[in-house]
């Protein structure tokens, strides 16, 4: 046992040893081949560090002599720089070297003319004074002579010339004006001609009363219908006059009130061609008729807005224009003449350069009043402003339907055109059926009738026959009697004239009280 674990021992000691002398010889030929690599790159490093400096030495030269090229290339450019420096600098100084022999020279000849200006000067005021010496001597002697000193001379020659002048310049006013006056002539004229010729309107005239057709005679009993009762039904829903007399298949419908009367004809013409007559039958039928004549009625104002080139105007007042298509005025559509001034208006407006728009759109409404005064108390102008206020116009166009008869003053371009264009419209040949006999005889019996009654001084139709100016005698009217007198003269008027619209019953009454000094 004990010989085995010596030899154990010794076999380990054996190991250990041979390990540490295999390690001992692998570091020494590890270290030789590091030696023997260490060597061979130190020759290469040295190898690598000797071709640098060679290359680097190769470079510097090369560089050197670059820059050396680079360095006479440099001197050779500044020097031909330098030279051509030199020579502009020689040129310059030549031209200033001449310039200033110029300059010498115009100096020269500047001193030689101010000498001679000196002279001159100084002769001229020797002159001068010697004017002065004289023109002294010679007023002097004219202050003898005459009689005034200088001021008061002064002061009667500028009196001389100032009334001359002011004789001339009346003179040049008188003529000036009056060839403003017939230049200004001839340009309405023409501006006037222009638009009467660019414009034309078609006129139908239309009486009070509408004739309805009938098939045959027997029509006639059942319109009448068992004791009258279908024509009373007729008259009282429609507001008109049937009149059937002894005309042969035809029946005449009479209103003041051209809607009315429309309305009234479109329902016997419906009743008369569904042949059932009866007050149940004739209520459905005006009330068919109506909505048609009330559709035509906004139809037609819409036309006419269109037609005018007017824009944004209230439904309310299209309405009023359609209206005026069955309203006249002695003979004359209202719609038609409405259109017709809208028209007039504007074309004197293009010419005079004013606001055509504006001009047409006064045009067109300046007569709406007319499409109310039936129904309500006033004259057309006053329905018509009232109702342009209402439904929010312009108050240029508001103004010139106030306007447009003169009973206010004109203070607008706008309203001018307006009134004249009213004018031409009325006043054109076949435009009214009145004719200016009829006119005359209506404004005599009007002025006749006012002063039959006692106490009327004077009487006075003016606007056309819209209005009756009365003067009163004081001593025979009082204020309290002259509200009575005037409705006596209202009363009889209606009465006794048919005219259109509403005439104003202006009464007058004036005390005077006249006394002498002595």
């Known amino acids: 046992m004990i010989s085995i674990g010596v030899a154990v021992v010794i076999a380990v000691v054996s190991a250990v040893v041979l390990g540490a002398l295999g390690f001992v010889a692998g570091g020494l030929y590890r270290k030789k081949v590091a030696e023997a690599k260490i060597g061979s790159a130190n020759e290469e490093a040295l190898r690598i560090v000797n071709q640098a400096v060679q290359t680097a030495e190769s470079k510097k030269k090369e560089a050197i002599l670059e820059a050396k090229d680079e360095i006479h290339k440099l001197r050779n450019e500044v020097d031909k720089e330098l030279r051509e420096r030199r020579a502009e600098v020689q040129r310059q100084e030549r031209r200033i070297v001449q310039k200033e022999e110029n300059l010498d020279k115009k100096t020269e000849n500047l001193e030689k003319k101010e000498e001679a200006l000196a002279e001159k000067i100084k002769s001229a005021d020797a002159k001068l004074e010697e004017v002065e010496m004289i023109k002294r001597s010679q007023l002097e002697m004219l202050e003898k002579i005459s009689g005034y000193s200088k001021e008061q001379a002064k002061v009667i020659l500028l009196q001389e010339l100032e009334e001359q002048l002011t004789h001339e310049k009346a003179l040049k006013i008188l003529d000036f004006e009056q060839r403003t006056r017939d230049e200004s002539d001839n340009l309405a004229r023409e501006i006037i001609s222009g638009a009467i010729q660019r414009c034309a309107a078609d006129h139908a005239a239309e009486a009070t009363v509408s004739v309805v057709a009938l098939p045959n005679d027997e029509m006639k009993g059942r319109i009448i219908g068992r004791e009258g009762r279908n024509i009373r039904t007729l008259e009282t829903i429609t507001g008109v006059d049937l009149i059937i007399d002894d005309t042969p298949e035809a029946i005449t419908v009479s209103s003041f009130d051209p809607v009315r009367r429309e309305v009234a004809r479109l329902t016997l013409e ?168 009829n006119y005359i005889k209506r404004l005599e019996k009007l002025e006749e009738i006012a002063t039959s009654f006692e106490g009327v001084e004077k009487s006075f139709a003016i606007q056309a026959g819209r209005e009756i100016r009365i003067m009163v005698n004081p001593e025979q009217i009082s204020d309290e009697k002259m509200v009575i007198v005037a409705r006596d003269i209202a009363k009889k008027i209606e009465d006794e004239l048919e005219y259109p619209g509403q005439i104003k019953v202006n009464i007058v009454r004036e005390n005077r009280v006249i006394d002498f000094a002595k």
Do not use: C, W
């Open 270 to 437: 419906k009743l008369i061609q569904d042949g059932r007559i009866h007050p149940a039958r004739i209520e459905e039928m005006f009330e068919k008729s109506k909505r048609e004549v009330e559709q035509t009625i906004k139809q037609t104002g819409e036309r006419a807005v269109v037609d005018a080139g007017v824009n944004g105007v209230h439904p309310e007042l299209v309405k009023l224009l359609g209206k005026l298509k069955y309203r006249t005025s002695f003979g004359q559509n209202v719609l038609n003449h409405s259109l017709e001034v809208s028209y007039i208006a504007g074309l004197m407006a293009q010419e005079l350069g004013a606001d055509v728009k504006q001009a047409k759109r006064a045009g067109l409404l300046h007569d709406i009043g007319k499409a109310l005064d039936r129904e309500f108390e006033g004259t057309h102008i006053e329905l018509g402003v009232e109702a342009a206020k209402k439904y929010k116009e312009n108050d240029k166009v508001v103004h010139a339907i106030q306007a447009h008869h003169g009973e206010i003053e004109a203070k607008t371009i706008v309203a001018v055109l307006v009134q004249a264009a009213d004018a031409i419209s009325a006043a054109r040949p076949g435009a009214r059926r009145e004719n200016v006999q």
